[in-house]
C-alpha cells in the first residue's frame, strides 16, 4: 500500500554533510508521519527524527540533534534527512518509516518502512 525508498547514501568524511531523500508512494503520502532510523552492526535500531504532515513538527533523537535537520516536499512525495557535522558513529544504515497514527510520536512505532541506504562516515 505505502512504499518508501530511501536514497543519497554514500561514503564521507568526518565533518561532512550528506542529504539523504525517502521516496514515498501508494496510500496518502502527505498525511502520514515520517521518521527516520538508523541501524550499526551490533547495534539496536536508533530513532534519528520525524516529521509530521504539515511539516510543522519535528522530532530529534539526542544523538544527533542540532546536527540534523528533517524536512518534507509534499508536492514531490520527498522526506529529507540532511545530516550536517558527520561524525564516524554516524555509521549505519538509515531507514525512512511511515505512520498513520500520531502515537508514533510516543511509540516509535512505525508500520511501513523503507530497505535502507548505507551511510559510512570515515574517521
Known amino acids: 500500500q505505502v512504499l518508501l525508498e530511501e536514497s543519497g547514501g554514500g561514503l564521507v568524511q568526518a565533518g561532512d554533510s550528506l542529504r539523504l531523500s525517502c521516496a514515498i508512494s501508494g496510500g496518502i503520502p502527505s498525511r502520514y508521519i515520517v521518521g527516520w532510523f538508523r541501524q550499526a552492526p551490533g547495534k539496536e535500531r536508533e530513532f534519528v527524527a520525524a516529521i509530521n504532515w504539515t511539516g510543522e513538527n519535528t522530532n530529534y533523537g539526542d544523538s544527533v540533534r542540532g546536527r540534523f535537520t528533517i524536512s518534507r516536499d509534499n508536492a514531490k512525495n520527498r522526506v529529507y534527512l540532511q545530516m550536517g557535522s558527520l561524525k564516524p558513529e554516524d555509521t549505519a544504515v538509515y531507514f525512512c518509516?511511515?505512520?498513520?497514527?500520531?502515537?508514533?510520536?510516543?511509540?516509535?512505532?512505525?508500520?511501513?518502512w523503507g530497505q535502507g541506504t548505507q551511510v559510512t562516515v570515515a574517521s
Open positions: 518509516a511511515a505512520e498513520r497514527s500520531a502515537s508514533a510520536w510516543i511509540t516509535y512505532e512505525y508500520e511501513h
